[in-house]
């Protein structure tokens, strides 16, 4: 069963930057597509960013321009680096797998079976 474990998470000031990080363990995930989703207190969890096994990407219009996904498959990980952090970007990350057999990216939470236990990060003023 594969585990995925963020990190990276934290507090920073804003215009800040911030680097998360997905570790995937049990078996490689080089061939699911990987994303990362938000939750704000009182909100629902909302897409944000999401890179297929070849690489394709889609991020959130809210986070275009400034969050970039990436992943290294020889380290089984999924990175997201977040520049120009706002306060509204406050919020717990979660790492997710979609173990899907197409080369896709999808932004539904539903799609993705496998998922982290989060990481808080807080923008301040």
């Known amino acids: 069963q594969v585990q995925l474990v963020e990190s990276g998470g934290g507090l920073v000031q804003a215009g800040g930057s911030l680097r998360l990080s997905c570790a995937a363990s049990?078996?490689?995930?080089?061939?699911?597509?990987m994303g990362w989703f938000r939750q704000a207190p009182g909100k629902e969890r909302e897409f944000v960013a999401a890179i297929s096994r070849s690489g394709s990407t889609r991020y959130a219009d809210s986070v275009k321009g400034r969050f970039t996904i990436s992943r290294d498959n020889a380290k089984n990980r999924a990175n997201l680096q977040m520049n120009s952090l706002k306060q509204e970007d406050t919020a717990l990350y979660y790492c997710?797998?979609?173990?899907?057999?197409?080369?896709?990216?999808?932004?539904?939470?539903?799609?993705?079976?496998?998922w982290g236990q989060g990481t808080q990060v807080t923008v301040s003023s």
């Open positions: 049990g078996r490689t995930t080089s061939s699911y597509t």
């Open positions: 997710a797998a979609d173990r899907t057999i197409y080369d896709i990216v999808v932004t539904t939470a539903n799609n993705y079976e496998l």
